[in-house]
């Protein structure tokens, strides 16, 4: 089946620095991604879609600023974590739907964000 | 607004138990609704879905009917086995597709031997 690789897994990186996570969708074409964040305990909550050549759209109180998405080609789907601080550190989760197939939304795994 | 309650885990079973993992939404109109699960290391895979009210999803020998009634979406299997441990997500979506998801927070069953 279709498959969404997501990476970094994990990540551990101190307050101030910026991290980037990838979202690449591996046997298919996907327009558009989407980003969720999924706090401790809490529901996973979609942030931004990302279009691809255009800009995201953003939920309300996502800062754009803060959280860059870049989606330059249609299997990949960038997230950029500015300036990071601790109260980012969350389980992040992107998913793309395949253009082949609109209706079909296939996730990646996740990436665990650890602030110091 | 809109939101997904899902019962609080891990749920913990013996193999050939009965699973219930509770499902109730708040929303305006007639969302479709689905569950979602995520076994250790891959991403959320969708289970089972239903668009409308009565509908009955069933998948893997999972079934969730559609209770317009009470607002839910209960997952069931009448029969759990050692790999269906893994985290159950109750979704709803209001464009009558899946682009914009509302998830519950997830419960982790663990089925044991």
């Known amino acids: 089946g279709a498959v969404v690789s997501q990476h970094p897994s994990r990540v551990i990186c101190k307050s101030g620095t910026s991290v980037k996570i990838e979202c690449r969708s591996l046997?298919?074409?996907?327009?558009?991604m989407f980003w969720y964040r999924q706090f401790p305990k809490q529901s996973l909550m979609l942030m931004a879609t990302?279009?691809?050549?255009?800009?995201?759209?953003?939920e309300q109180g996502v800062e754009k600023d803060k959280f860059l998405i870049n989606h330059a080609s249609l299997t990949l789907s960038t997230l950029t974590v500015t300036s990071a601080h601790p109260e980012d550190s969350s389980f992040y989760i992107c998913?793309?739907?395949?253009?082949?197939?609109?209706?079909?939304?296939?996730f990646g795994s996740g990436t665990q964000l650890s602030v110091l | 607004g809109n939101s997904v309650t899902q019962m609080e885990g891990p749920v913990t079973l013996s193999e050939e138990a009965f699973l219930t993992i509770n499902c109730t939404y708040t929303?305006?109109?007639?969302?479709?609704l689905f569950w979602y699960v995520q076994y250790p290391g891959e991403g959320l895979q969708l289970l089972l879905k239903?668009?409308?009210?009565?509908d009955k999803g069933s998948n893997k020998g999972f079934e969730a009917t559609y209770r317009k009634e009470t607002t839910s979406f209960h997952l069931e299997k009448g029969s759990v086995q050692v790999s269906d441990s893994a985290v159950y997500f109750c979704?709803?979506?209001?464009?009558?597709?899946?682009?914009?998801?509302?998830f519950g927070a997830g419960t982790r069953l663990a089925v044991h031997p």
């Open positions: 046997d298919f074409q996907a327009t558009t």
């Open positions: 998913s793309a739907r395949d253009d082949g197939a609109r209706e079909k939304l296939f």
């Open positions: 979704a709803l979506s209001h464009s009558g597709g899946y682009n914009k998801l509302i």
């Open positions: 239903a668009t409308k009210a009565d």
């Open positions: 990302s279009n691809e050549g255009s800009k995201a759209t953003y």
């Open positions: 929303a305006t109109g007639y969302p479709s």
